[in-house]
C-alpha cells in the first residue's frame, strides 16, 4: 500500500460546504479556504451585494460558490437556507455554523429583546441548521457539523452576558449532538476563536488598555487574524478529522492557558 499523499487526506472535491456568516471575517476566510480545498460553498449572509461580490471573488480563483441571503435570527431562516443550499447543489456534506453577534451593555441595562437576539442568531440558529441537514448527512452516512464557539464558553468578562451564554451553549450543543449523530458518520465539533481581529472586536481593538493587554497576556503577542481560523475549518471538514468528535478546538494564540 503506497503512502498518501500529505494533501490528499485534506481534500474536498465534490462535496458541499454551507457556511453562515460568511461575507467577512471569520466565516469568509473558512469560506474561501473550503473552497480553496474543492468544495462547492453555499455563502449565508444578511447582504446580497456583499455575498455576490464573494460569490464572484471565489469564482475568479475557479471556485464554485452560491449566495443565499438570510436573517438567521428567525428560526425560519435557517430552515429555508438548508433547502436552497440543497436545491441548488443537491445537498449539505458540510455545515459551518458561524454567523454571530454580540451586543454590549451591563446586566441592569441589558434589555430581554437584545438577550433573545443574540441567542436566537448565535445559539437557535446552529440548532435549527444542524437538525435541517442531519438526515441527509445521515442518509449518506457522512456529515460534518464546526461551529464557531468562542474562548468566552469557558472564561468571561462584563457586559457580554448575552454572548457568553450563547457561546457557552453551543459548545455544550456540540458535544450533545456529536453523541446523538455519531452513529451515522457525522461528526460534530466547534472552533474556539480568541480575540481576532474583526469587525465585532472593533471597540476592544480600539480600546487602548485592552490592545496593550492583548500585547502582554497572549504569548504570541498580538491579536488573531481571521484566516488564521480558515485552516481548522478545512482539517475538521476534512477525512483527516475522521475520527474526531465532540470536540472545541480553541485557537487563542494561547491567552487561555497564560497566567
Known amino acids: 500500500m503506497g503512502l498518501p499523499s500529505g494533501l490528499s487526506i485534506f481534500d474536498l472535491t465534490g462535496r458541499v460546504a454551507l457556511v453562515t456568516g460568511a461575507s467577512r471575517g471569520i466565516g469568509w476566510e473558512m469560506a474561501r479556504a473550503l473552497a480553496g480545498a474543492g468544495a462547492s460553498v453555499a455563502l449565508v449572509g444578511r447582504e446580497q451585494a456583499t455575498l455576490d461580490a464573494r460569490v464572484a471573488e471565489l469564482e475568479a480563483a475557479g471556485g464554485t460558490a452560491a449566495a443565499i441571503p438570510a436573517d438567521l435570527s428567525d428560526p425560519a431562516g435557517g430552515t429555508a437556507v438548508a433547502a436552497a443550499c440543497a436545491a441548488r447543489f443537491g445537498r449539505v456534506d458540510i455545515l459551518v455554523n458561524n454567523a454571530g453577534i454580540n451586543h454590549r451593555r ?96 472593533t471597540p476592544l481593538q480600539q480600546n487602548p488598555e485592552f490592545d496593550q493587554m492583548m500585547g502582554v497576556r497572549t504569548p504570541l503577542r498580538r491579536w488573531g487574524r481571521p484566516e488564521e481560523m480558515a485552516g481548522a475549518a478545512v482539517f475538521l471538514a476534512s477525512d483527516a478529522a475522521a475520527y474526531l468528535t465532540g470536540q472545541t478546538i480553541i485557537i487563542d494564540g494561547g491567552l487561555t492557558i497564560a497566567i
Open 106 to 201: 451591563p446586566l441592569a441595562e441589558f434589555e430581554l429583546a437584545d438577550f433573545e437576539r443574540v441567542i436566537a442568531t448565535n445559539l437557535t440558529s446552529c440548532f435549527v441548521l444542524a437538525k435541517a441537514v442531519a438526515p441527509g448527512m445521515a442518509g449518506r452516512g457522512f456529515g460534518r457539523i464546526i461551529s464557531t464557539s468562542s474562548i468566552m464558553a469557558s472564561t468571561a468578562r462584563p457586559t457580554i452576558i448575552a454572548y457568553i451564554a450563547a457561546k457557552g451553549g453551543l459548545s455544550s450543543m456540540t458535544r450533545a449532538l456529536a453523541t446523538e449523530l455519531g452513529p451515522d458518520g457525522i461528526t460534530v465539533n466547534a472552533i474556539a476563536p480568541g480575540y481576532i481581529a474583526t469587525e465585532m472586536t
